[in-house]
């Protein structure tokens, strides 16, 4: 069974402060990882990929990857009100295909307080 | 704007209604999916085409019926639905090669009440 666990929430953090989301996975095997971004009623928004071990920057965003744990995280720097919603940590098991078959996290859900 | 546009927004049906959704992308994506969302969960995959064939079905009850009939367009047949069914359907579409394939972009979703 692919098992995708984020770390319970919600987060609350200051604005410009850094918020940290965690994510496990289950599949070691696992090769592609995303982070999509949801406010509430809305549609999941791809924020970050991140498909090899290290650190990875857009912007105010860092996803990084630790395949021998088994471990995502996505930081989010100078946090704003604006980055306030449920964040879902997305991982493809399927090695070497061309489907996107996805398997998401509950998702932590983050509130930027001004 | 989205780039991947779902018809309707909002759907009320009875449970021996039938209905369609309807979903449209003009990225040149070969990929299209139906995920399905209820409140507080995460997305739920129920089906995968690539290069508009049906390539996975998460064991979707047959009360859902995918149909792919271009590379741009997706629908979702649903007939007898119960009230469990009750959600948000998300179409989305990605480029079908290599590991940027679960960069998947979504659309606004079709929020489904079943009475």
């Known amino acids: 069974q692919k098992e995708v666990e984020q770390n319970s929430g919600p987060l609350s953090v200051p604005e410009g402060a850094i918020a940290s989301l965690n994510c496990t996975y289950s599949d070691r095997g696992s090769q592609s990882f995303f982070w999509y971004r949801q406010y509430s009623g809305k549609s999941p928004e791809l924020i970050m990929s991140i498909y090899s071990n290290g650190d990875k920057e857009d912007g105010r965003f860092t996803a990084q990857l630790n395949k021998a744990s088994q471990y995502v995280s996505l930081l989010i720097r100078d946090s704003q009100p604006s980055d306030s919603a449920t964040y879902l940590c997305a991982v493809n098991p399927d090695r070497g295909s061309t489907l996107g078959r996805l398997y998401f996290g509950r998702g932590t859900q983050l509130t930027v307080w001004p | 704007d989205t780039e991947v546009t779902q018809t309707p927004k909002h759907l009320v049906m009875g449970m021996t209604n039938k209905k369609s959704l309807k979903c449209e992308q003009h990225?040149?994506?070969?990929?299209m999916y139906w995920y399905k969302q209820k409140a507080k969960k995460p997305p739920e995959l129920m089906f995968v085409y690539s290069y508009e064939k049906l390539s996975i079905n998460e064991s979707v009850p047959s009360r859902f019926s995918p149909e792919c009939p271009n590379s741009s367009l997706l629908n979702l047949h649903l007939h007898a639905l119960q009230p469990e069914d009750s959600a948000l359907y998300l179409c989305?579409?990605?480029?079908?090669?290599?590991?940027?394939?679960?960069?998947?972009?979504f659309g606004e979703g079709s929020r489904l009440t079943v009475l």
């Open positions: 989305a579409s990605s480029q079908g090669q290599g590991a940027r394939t679960g960069e998947l972009f």
């Open positions: 990225m040149g994506h070969r990929a």
